[in-house]
């Protein structure tokens, strides 16, 4: 039994995970099959998304106009936004997505957690919901706003969550339909299948997971480089893609806006990498992305477009599987068949891993009532795996695929989430710029300017599709984000009544007054006051409770009680107060605890309690419990009680 003041850190906050050596690359390897399986999948329908099966094949010019398009999208989106700037944005605890931009811009008043065994002065402390600094007046006048804005954007990436894997899943498993057309009828019930099996395995962590679809997502990129060098040959001329020119001539020439949307599905999986930077670190998503994805799908459209120009009538059917080398039917197309929907179902993982990540940001700012979560790693904190979430996401997954029998009308739905993420980010990023980094207005300006551009281009081409399937997820991320800035407003209040009522008299010097809500002062039994600091327990202390009336007098009694502090900071909880109007009497002893969640996974047993004594009042204490994130909960009272008898 350690003794009250042991070894931990107790001011030990989460900071980003940094590894080196091989540790990195390990670390780099398992983001393959968390982090880039979604937008690693993108080649099996983004073409298909801007030249329809049911039109005739674009000429080759079309064809490499909109290679191109893809090419510079890939570039400037996935690469330059997300991985070289985006992720230098994530909060002091390594998470990131649009949620955390908001608690960047607006973070939470610092927490002195030694204030949680403090009974006197005022509390405060407030949450995120009610006590965010403002950064700058302007700032303030549009919190809500931004916070309504910054909730849209996390809304629409839990309809991602349901999007990713019924499109994804859904695609691979068509190209049946190429050598068994009478199983085209099938294909929703067997994606299903997949799907069901997919949400049951989150259920072992995101490391366990990760190492055993991270391979599966390691020889999809090959596959996808060596089929993609194959075709390329087949025709050379699809390498004057890389003249970003002609991506701009695709929409000069053809004076169709709407091809950006399908365009838009080649940088899915963008905000993923993004929410997921809280299982991993940047650098290892930077290396894994910029030396072995990005190269890989490049090549990838390459080869795509170049079939498509040799060999139209036949690929548009469906670009990826007829874009295979060597037909349907044989051995490599069935090895990739296979490889595909183990692909697919490691993307689907990218979202459901992100979604969890945001769930955890907002439920931790009390912006989502608390649910169970269980974390499923010893190393890093932001693993973990929310059960309620996973099985709510698979049941909106399972009634995508039933609802949107047409991948169009998917593909459409899917288009806008995404674009729309996109540039609730870009916004977000903008104010930090100026208010976080405090970096030139220069630099927030051509931010703004250039990838606000981008996006609002991808967004607009997005919103067109509103009527054609867009609806549903505009519909699923207004209603979520009416119910968090509901929940946000509604702990507000609750904080702010826990404030109110936590206050506590302040008499400086003078002790005689009791610093602790509606108790009157310290007197003897003569009326006398006690002006001297009480270092033990006096048995002629009287204690009285105000009521504003009248004062009425507290017995002890010869007993214990614990009241929890729910909310960090000074004071008593309001709990306590209510317990003396229902029952005028105070224990011997009275503790105040409050629990602390440490940055590590398991506490020692020996070190998991502080306690203070209140010297100005005999018989009270604040306590802190302090347990891993891995650790169960479980208050060992007759370790308070042991370290009270140590003071």
């Known amino acids: 039994m350690g003794s009250p003041f042991a070894d931990i850190d107790e001011k030990a906050v989460r900071r980003p995970l940094k590894v080196g050596g091989t540790a990195l690359v390990a670390l780099s390897f398992q983001t393959l099959g968390v982090v880039y399986s979604d937008i690693g999948i993108s080649p099996l329908y983004t073409l298909n998304s801007i030249w329809p099966s049911s039109q005739p094949p674009p000429n080759a010019e079309d064809v490499i106009d909109g290679i191109s398009a893809v090419v510079w999208a890939m570039t400037l989106l996935p690469l330059l936004k997300y991985v070289f700037f985006a992720l230098r944005f994530g909060t002091e605890q390594g998470e990131g997505g649009t949620f955390a931009l908001y608690h960047g811009i607006f973070p939470p008043k610092p927490t002195n957690h030694n204030e949680d065994r403090t009974l006197t002065t005022e509390s405060g402390w407030k949450t995120p919901s009610s006590a965010f600094t403002t950064t700058v007046t302007l700032l303030g006048r549009i919190k809500w706003l931004l916070l309504a804005w910054s909730l849209f954007g996390t809304a629409l990436t839990f309809a991602d969550g349901m999007l990713t894997p019924a499109i994804s899943v859904t695609s691979a498993v068509s190209g049946l339909a190429l050598t068994f057309p009478h199983l085209s009828s099938s294909i929703g019930p067997i994606s299903i299948g997949f799907l069901v099996a997919l949400f049951l395995l989150q259920r072992f962590g995101t490391t366990k997971v990760a190492y055993f679809f991270s391979p599966v997502t390691f020889i999809w990129i090959i596959l996808l480089s060596i089929t993609g060098i194959i075709n390329i040959t087949s025709y050379p001329g699809i390498l004057r893609a890389f003249d970003p020119s002609r991506a701009v001539m695709l929409f000069m020439r053809t004076k169709k806006y709407d091809l ?42 390459l080869g795509q477009g170049a079939k498509l120009i040799t060999n139209g009538d036949v690929v548009i059917a469906h670009v990826f599987y007829a874009s295979v080398p060597g037909g349907a039917g044989k051995p490599l197309y069935w090895f990739v068949y296979v490889v595909a929907i183990l692909a697919t179902l490691v993307a689907s993982q990218a979202t459901i891993t992100a979604t969890f990540s945001l769930f955890q940001q907002l439920i931790n700012l009390r912006s989502l009532p608390p649910v169970r979560m269980r974390y499923t790693s010893n190393t890093v904190q932001g693993q973990i795996y929310i059960p309620s979430v996973n099985w709510t996401l698979c049941v909106g997954t399972i009634i995508f695929v039933l609802i949107f029998k047409d991948l169009a009308k998917l593909t459409n739905a899917y288009g806008f989430a995404v674009a729309t993420v996109m540039f ?38 997005a919103l067109r599709k509103v009527p054609h399937g867009a609806w549903v997820p505009l519909l699923v991320g207004i209603a979520a984000t009416a119910f968090m800035v509901f929940w946000t407003w509604a702990q507000g209040l609750e904080d702010q009544f826990d404030g109110t009522n936590r206050l506590c008299r302040n008499s400086d010097a003078d002790v005689t007054k009791l610093e602790l809500p509606h108790l009157a002062d310290v007197v003897d039994d003569d009326g006398s006051s006690k002006s001297e600091v009480i270092p033990y327990i006096q048995e002629e202390l009287k204690l009285y409770l105000d009521t504003g009336d009248e004062k009425i007098p507290l017995s002890r009694m010869s007993t214990m009680a614990i009241f929890h502090k729910i909310s960090s900071g000074k004071g008593v909880p309001h709990a306590f107060y209510s317990f003396l109007k229902q029952w005028p009497a105070l ?59 140590v003071l």
Request: proline residues 3%; positive net charge; glycine residues 8%.
């Open 424 to 461: 609730v980010t870009t916004t977000l990023i903008t104010i930090q710029i100026l208010y976080v980094k405090h970096l030139s207005w220069i630099l927030a300006v051509a931010w703004f300017l250039f990838f606000g551009l981008l996006d609002g281009l991808f967004w607009g081409a």
């Open 260 to 301: 950006l949307a399908g365009v838009l599905l080649a940088v899915t999986g963008c905000e993923a990498m993004f929410a997921n930077l809280g299982q991993f670190n940047m650098l290892s998503i930077q290396l894994s992305f910029g030396c072995f994805v990005y190269p890989a799908l490049i090549l990838a459209y």
């Open 587 to 645: 224990p011997r002893v009275v503790v105040f605890l409050s629990v602390r969640i440490m940055p590590v996974a398991h506490v020692e047993k020996a070190d998991r309690y502080r306690v203070t004594k209140v010297r100005s009042l005999p018989g009270f204490y604040g306590a802190t419990y302090m347990k891993g994130y891995r650790d169960k909960f479980d208050v060992d009272v007759s370790t308070i009680v042991e370290l009270i008898t």
